[in-house]
């Protein structure tokens, strides 16, 4: 099993959602190799592995070769991984009924059956099951560990962004990312917010479940938010977060370097 790493050392290049964009990633890798920090950075990948495209399994194994790379790098889990992972108890945990039609009805899943089936999903339970039998074991302990929070010292690695709406701290949320933790008495919403009203327990917002986060996250009083999640049409910075999203599973992809805490990013798209 591979290792994930959740505090990560500069120099640093952030990856946007992968959504199984197997050519588009191999490109991007040819032209980070071009960079003289390449084989001293880190990589870190921003989530959403699967779906959307055909070459997930072909995906995730070229991500696993390029963390055991040194200096290695980490990964967090997007809102598609964690349907996947739940949906199909990549993680050996309880059924989730909300997964098992999350997944079904609000997903582009097919694509990954078709990756690791050769067929698209017929009989839903039934091929979450199958799923999961014909996953290699590696890719099922990459899936089902993937961290919800990476961390370097002026930057915070995460699907979506920190939450507004909830009574916690940036700091307190971040902790609570570290141990996911999803909880409401912990996090406690605000009142009459849409995360109040709409709170889901297997669905951290964090992850996805508000898409608000990837643009007005909750600033972070020392930490720049890097983030996916949302298609953006390119690279979008400000004080408190980074959106790297170009792709959205159907276009090209975009890296960010960090050279340290204070640099500028410095982005890599692919050709």
């Not at 582009?108 to 067929?119: T, V």
């Not at 049409?233 to 050279?259: F, K, M, N, Q, Y």
């Amino acid at each position: 099993m591979i290792n994930l790493p959740t505090a990560l050392k500069y120099p640093i290049v952030a990856i946007g959602d992968l959504h199984g964009q197997y050519d588009e990633l191999s490109k991007l890798v040819e032209d980070l190799k071009d960079l003289s920090e390449w084989p001293d950075c880190s990589v870190v990948f921003l989530g959403d592995f699967v779906d959307r495209n055909p070459e997930v399994k072909q995906t995730i194994d070229l991500v696993l070769e390029l963390l055991r790379r040194p200096p290695g790098g980490s990964a967090v889990m997007g809102n598609h991984d964690l349907a996947l992972v739940r949906a199909a108890r990549l993680d050996d945990g309880r059924p989730s009924p909300y997964w098992i039609e999350g997944y079904r009805t609000r997903y582009d899943h097919q694509e990954s059956f078709e990756s690791y089936l050769g067929r698209p999903a017929m009989t839903w339970v039934k091929d979450l099951d199958d799923l999961r039998e014909a996953m290699p074991q590696e890719h099922r302990s990459f899936l089902s560990s993937l961290p919800w929070v990476v961390e370097a010292s002026g930057h915070l690695f995460l699907h979506n962004g920190l939450s507004p709406e909830l009574e916690a701290t940036a700091g307190e949320q971040v902790e609570a990312l570290r141990a996911k933790r999803w909880d409401r008495k912990l996090l406690r919403p605000l009142a009459g917010t849409d995360t109040d009203k709409l709170w889901e327990g297997e669905y951290p917002v964090w992850l996805g479940a508000d898409k608000k986060l990837s643009a007005s996250p909750l600033s972070h009083p020392a930490k720049v938010q890097v983030s996916g999640h949302v298609r953006v049409a390119e690279p979008d910075v400000s004080e408190v977060r980074i959106r790297l999203d170009t792709s959205g599973g159907v276009g090209r992809l975009t890296a960010c370097l960090l050279r340290s805490a204070p640099s500028d990013p410095v982005f890599i798209q692919s050709r």
